[in-house]
C-alpha cells in the first residue's frame, strides 16, 4: 500500500526521513517525528493547510486529542482552539481509501458530545465535508469554505 499519494489538499512541505526500511513524517504540532500511515499523511496534509492556507497559529491546533467517551479514552484527530483555547472544531481524518460516511460522522458526533464545538470536519484526503452546528435545532449545515474568523 502507497502512503504517499496526491491528495485533494495543498501540497504540504512534509519533513520526511526514512528509519529501518519504514517512513516517518515530523509533526510541528506534536513536535516529534511520527509513523507514517495513509491516515497520518491525510493529517499532515490538514494540519498544514489550517496553519498555511487559514493561517490558524499552530499552538491553536491539537492532534491526537484525548477525551473521554461513554468513559473509555478516545482521540479526535484535530481540534483546533479559538483565541480563549475552547474547542471550536473537530477533524476527523481517515485513510484514502477509507469513505467519508454514515460511520465516520457518528464517530465525531460521538467526540462533540464532549467537547460541543461549532464545526466538524470530515476528509479522507480526497473528500471533504464541513458542517456547522445550528445551535438551535441541533442540525448539521453544511459549509462550503472554512474561514478562520469563525474559529476566532
Known amino acids: 500500500m502507497n502512503v504517499i499519494q496526491p491528495l485533494n489538499l495543498p501540497k504540504a512541505p512534509l519533513k520526511l526521513e526514512k528509519?529501518?526500511?519504514?517512513?516517518?513524517?515530523?509533526?510541528?504540532?506534536?513536535?516529534?517525528?511520527?509513523?507514517?500511515?495513509?491516515e497520518e499523511w491525510v493529517r499532515q496534509h490538514l494540519i498544514h493547510y489550517l496553519?498555511?492556507?487559514?493561517?490558524?497559529?499552530?499552538?491553536?491546533?491539537?492532534?491526537?486529542?484525548?477525551?473521554?467517551?461513554?468513559?473509555?479514552?478516545r482521540r479526535c484527530d484535530i481540534v483546533v482552539v479559538d483565541k480563549n483555547g475552547k474547542p471550536a472544531m473537530i477533524v476527523e481524518c481517515k485513510a484514502v481509501s477509507v469513505p467519508v460516511n454514515k460511520q465516520v460522522l457518528f464517530q465525531i458526533a460521538q467526540y462533540n458530545r464532549e467537547l460541543?464545538?461549532?464545526?466538524?470536519?470530515?476528509?479522507?484526503?480526497?473528500?471533504?465535508?464541513?458542517?456547522?452546528?445550528?445551535?438551535?435545532?441541533?442540525e448539521l449545515e453544511l459549509q462550503e469554505t472554512l474561514e478562520k474568523e469563525w474559529l476566532d
Not at 61 to 69: L, N
Open 51 to 73: 496553519i498555511a492556507t487559514i493561517r490558524i497559529p499552530v499552538e491553536r491546533i491539537a492532534s491526537e486529542f484525548s477525551i473521554r467517551v461513554n468513559g473509555l479514552s
Open 116 to 138: 460541543q464545538v461549532d464545526y466538524l470536519l470530515l476528509t479522507n484526503g480526497m473528500d471533504h465535508f464541513l458542517s456547522k452546528i445550528n445551535t438551535e435545532t441541533g
Open 19 to 38: 528509519r529501518q526500511g519504514e517512513l516517518y513524517v515530523w509533526c510541528v504540532v506534536r513536535k516529534k517525528s511520527l509513523l507514517l500511515t495513509p
